[in-house]
């Protein structure tokens, strides 16, 4: 087979239409990979429907579609394991966002089963690319070399590799990552920082209003599609030529 695009595309949160009108423009054929960074689901008016559209692809497309876990993903799994094993958690999970249940119990067993095949990672080898859904930290010397590897870790060693979904601001000392609202002043953000030493990192979760983020080792695609900014996506040719692909959205998400 003829080795077609690969294609990244950004945060959808729920902008079903927004993510329609991308795909007539992208027009994926067979011998493409589309790769959705993370965050399909949460915030805006239709997440179900996202979702849903995403597993149809993966299932009657002529290509291949993979779904990097993001931070908004991971929540959903928990919460839908605690509905099992620990439901007093799931009930104050549901307290905190109560769309979650909703979204939830909306969604087919189809819809669940595709959710969880997202992976913590992905690699585009042909391009040198790694895909994470938030970034990588400072401090991090080794990258997971397999998801086989990534399923067996337990315990800090897995709360570290999970970092890959949250990862914004880092230290400028050591850095290590730093929980929302820590960083202080000259706290660089991550992909600032970043010096390629895993490749060059494809990303989402921090959204660009003025369009894709782009530094010398990482380039980000979330460009804020339920804030208002547009839904974007990366297309990287065979080649190795690289272009963005852009719709508008309006700002009709919610928290």
């Known amino acids: 087979m003829k080795k077609g695009r690969h294609i990244f595309v950004g945060d959808v949160h729920g902008m079903s239409e927004a993510l ?51 931070n908004h993903e991971d929540k959903h799994r928990r919460y839908r394991r605690n509905l099992s094993v620990r439901p007093a958690v799931a009930a104050e999970q549901a307290e905190r966002g109560p769309a979650m249940a909703a979204i939830t119990e909306a969604l087919s067993p189809e819809d669940v089963a595709f959710l969880d095949t997202a992976v913590l990672f992905h690699r585009v080898l042909d391009h040198g690319m790694l895909v994470v859904h938030g970034g990588i930290p400072g401090d991090m010397s080794e990258f997971p070399a397999s998801l086989e590897e990534v399923a067996a870790l337990t315990g800090k060693a897995k709360r570290r590799a999970s970092l890959l979904l949250r990862t914004r601001f880092v230290s400028a000392e050591g850095g290590e990552f730093l929980k929302l609202g820590a960083a202080a002043p000259g706290d660089p953000f991550w992909a600032e920082a970043y010096d390629g030493r895993f490749g060059h990192v494809v990303f989402g979760h921090e959204p660009f209003m003025s369009g894709p983020g782009l530094f010398p080792n990482a380039t980000g695609v979330d460009t804020g599609a339920v804030s208002g900014g547009s839904l974007t996506a990366l297309v990287v040719q065979a080649s190795g030529e690289q272009a963005f692909v852009s719709v508008p959205t309006r700002p009709e998400g919610v928290k």
């Open 20 to 70: 329609r009108s991308l795909l007539e423009e992208l027009k994926p054929v067979e011998g493409d990979e589309l790769i959705f960074v993370g965050d399909l689901l949460d915030k805006g008016p239709d997440s179900v429907g996202a979702v849903g559209l995403v597993r149809e692809l993966s299932e009657d497309g002529p290509f291949e579609v993979v779904l990097v876990e993001g």
